[in-house]
């Protein structure tokens, strides 16, 4: 992933002088990116453990991961 990240940054400045004819970090790595992480499994996983409901029901269930996403939850994830 990092040198995903890396080709993306060095090809930024060439692209940002000259426009498109320079092609985005994207279109080199993205490829290598893809073959190295074919092998990462995202079909359905059950859980470790028992699954506890949350006090508070639904509103808490969706309120959880806005609180997380913009850094102001108060409950340990």
């Given amino acids: 992933m990092g040198s ?3 080709e993306l940054a060095r090809s930024a400045e ?17 490829p290598r990116l893809v073959r ?10 059950p ?3 028992p699954a506890q409901p ?5 509103e808490q269930w969706r309120r959880v991961p806005h609180e997380v996403a913009v850094g ?5 994830v």
């Fill in 14 to 30: 060439p692209r940002a002088a000259h426009g498109p004819a320079v092609p985005d970090g994207a279109a080199t790595a993205g």
């Fill in 72 to 76: 102001t939850n108060r409950f340990p």
């Fill in 36 to 45: 190295l992480l074919h092998h990462v499994t995202t079909a359905h996983q």
């Fill in 54 to 58: 949350l006090s508070g029901g639904e």
């Fill in 4 to 6: 995903y990240k890396s």
């Fill in 47 to 49: 859980t470790w453990g």
